[in-house]
């Protein structure tokens, strides 16, 4: 089939990288649309629409989806699209873009991020496998699928007290967050279970991957695939805040893997509890508190990378 007869769905999410998105996604639609293919734009004003649109994409048999924004939309597109058979083609254009950047799509090229996605379609894209986190406790029942990571440590301390601060507003909340938090550091008490093997463990960073980076490039599991079937569960035991600031830089880069409070836990299913409330969060995306269970779903979503 050519690209002439192709139909693509595009979702712009309009408030990604301060707005910038915006300008992407009309590139984004002239660049497909100079390659042959008929364009949907998908516009909505919410999550709640954005989510009724792309179901309709799907229903309406599109050919695929393709996404404009950073991780929170892509996210939104995994937990619609995976399992139902349309390809999902992203475009990064947010400030984290760690599910682009883990897929190797082009961060800061979204001609080459289209053109990725034309050639893509034509030979069929490939199969990944999507994260699924079920809440066990207030929440018990509720479901998202994610694509990179499930934070239930710091980072997802980091989270839940930026989206709490009203002021300052933009990037700098999270910054003032890490702070606050980084002045709490302690460890927490979790009860982990991974494919039924129980475990009791004292941690200051717990996160399960599915890709490996989190926050904008944090490489926190630097092994991790969609496309082995398993979980990869990263475990930083409990540490002093100078040695917590200097794991920082090797944990961007990957090069934290093999010290000595460092230890993973790989799987297909992991459960966390905590001794005390922790929100977890799943592609930055907020959750709800611990108790979850986290799982797979092999070969769900097919990607045009």
């Known amino acids: 089939m050519s690209t002439s007869s192709r139909t693509i769905a595009v979702a712009v999410n309009p408030a990604a990288a301060g707005g910038a998105s915006r300008r992407v996604g009309s590139a984004v639609v002239d660049t497909l649309r100079s390659a042959g293919v008929d364009v949907r734009v998908i516009a909505a004003v919410d999550e709640g629409e954005l989510r009724s649109?792309?179901?309709d994409a799907v229903a309406s048999a599109v050919d695929a989806v393709v996404v404009v924004g950073g991780d929170g939309?892509?996210?939104?597109?995994?937990?619609?699209l995976a399992g139902t058979g349309t390809p999902l083609g992203?475009?990064?254009a947010g400030t984290g873009n760690d599910a682009a950047r883990e897929l190797g799509v082009p961060i800061d090229d979204p001609a080459a991020a289209c053109r990725r996605v034309v050639d893509a379609l034509a030979g069929g894209g490939r199969l990944i496998d999507v994260g699924v986190i079920e809440s066990l406790g207030g929440g018990a029942g509720e479901r998202r699928r994610?694509?990179?990571?499930?934070s239930a440590g710091f980072d997802a301390l980091v989270n839940e007290r930026a989206n709490a601060l009203r002021f300052p507003r933009g990037p700098q909340r999270y910054t003032v967050a890490l702070l606050l938090e980084l002045l709490r550091l302690r460890a927490r008490r979790y009860r982990v279970t991974v494919d039924g093997r129980a475990y009791e463990l004292d941690s200051v960073l717990l996160a399960v991957a599915n890709l490996g980076s989190i926050g904008g490039g944090m490489r926190i599991v630097p092994f991790a695939s969609a496309e082995d079937g398993r979980l990869d569960a990263l475990v930083v035991a409990p540490v002093s805040r100078l040695r917590f600031l200097r794991l920082f830089p090797r944990v961007f880069a990957g090069r934290h893997t093999e010290l000595d409070v460092v230890s993973f836990l790989s799987g297909s299913v992991i459960t966390i509890d905590a001794e005390e409330t922790i929100v977890a969060y799943a592609d930055g995306e907020r959750i709800g508190p611990l108790p979850v269970r986290i799982s797979l779903e092999e070969r769900a979503l097919r990607v045009l990378i």
């Open 53 to 55: 649109r792309l179901g």
């Open 73 to 80: 939309v892509v996210n939104l597109a995994v937990d619609v």
């Open 90 to 92: 992203i475009v990064p």
């Open 146 to 150: 994610f694509l990179c990571a499930v």
